[in-house]
């Protein structure tokens, strides 16, 4: 008995381990070649600066800056997230992470890494979006918060998507396709709960949507880990 136990968290350290290593290596090409962020980037910050010309920068109403707001992040991450995977596929070396990864820290380090893409991107279009749509910044710490929320339950809902469509002949507009019934409750929370920050609400009055990602998120993320073997060894 003791002998199983203690051999327990040496596989969860070994799995953690190998996530990283994943991770590192996903991370060392994004820095060199910066592909997906400069795709993530381009995408944002022109749709930004398009909506806010096209809207002005006063009159909004919070449900409406809203919506804006993850609709730009939305179509945004579907122009650089599936690259985790097809980037693997387009340069051969997916079957080599097959044969040497065990899939779960496949998954785990891919989930790492467009975390980090996402968090990315949001720490820069967020303050921007700010300042083009002149929003009120009042509740901007909690607003903020929600987007770290939505980060976590967008890339745990889309990187076993992104290995899906990965082989697939029409890669980018298919992930949009896939992915977008799967995370239209989210969005549909994280508009609402934009709103109420928008509008001067508190912690207390968004508590509920919170709740919701965070459990859609463990929700996604525990049965990505369940089928990503099975969609990552077909």
Do not use: H
């Not at 381990?17 to 994943?22: E, Q």
């Amino acid at each position: 008995m003791n002998e199983r136990n203690t051999a327990l968290p040496q596989i969860s350290a070994g799995l953690i381990s190998k996530a990283l290593a994943i991770y590192a290596k996903d991370l060392r090409l994004e820095l060199r070649s910066r592909y997906a962020v400069n795709t993530i980037l381009m995408f944002s910050i022109t749709t930004l600066a398009v909506v806010s010309y096209s809207l002005g920068q006063g009159g909004l109403s919070p449900r409406l800056l809203s919506a804006l707001y993850w609709i730009i992040m939305f179509f945004s991450s579907m122009a650089g997230l599936a690259q985790v995977f097809i980037r693997e596929e387009e340069a051969g070396t997916s079957l080599v992470l097959r044969l040497t990864a065990e899939p779960n820290a496949v998954y785990l380090g891919k989930l790492f890494f467009n975390l980090t893409l996402l968090l990315v991107m949001t720490v820069i279009i967020t303050p921007l979006f700010f300042i083009f749509m002149d929003v009120p910044v009042d509740n901007v710490l909690l607003f903020v918060l929600m987007a770290l929320f939505a980060v976590i339950a967008l890339c745990s809902a889309t990187t076993l998507v992104a290995a899906i469509i990965a082989r697939a002949a029409v890669k980018g507009t298919l992930f949009a396709v896939v992915a977008f019934p799967i995370i239209i409750v989210p969005m549909m929370v994280l508009v609402t709960g934009g709103a109420k920050v928008l509008d001067g609400g508190s912690v207390g009055d968004v508590s509920a949507e919170l709740q919701l990602l965070v459990a859609y998120s463990g929700v996604m993320i525990t049965a990505s880990i369940l089928l990503f073997r099975f969609v990552w060894q077909e």
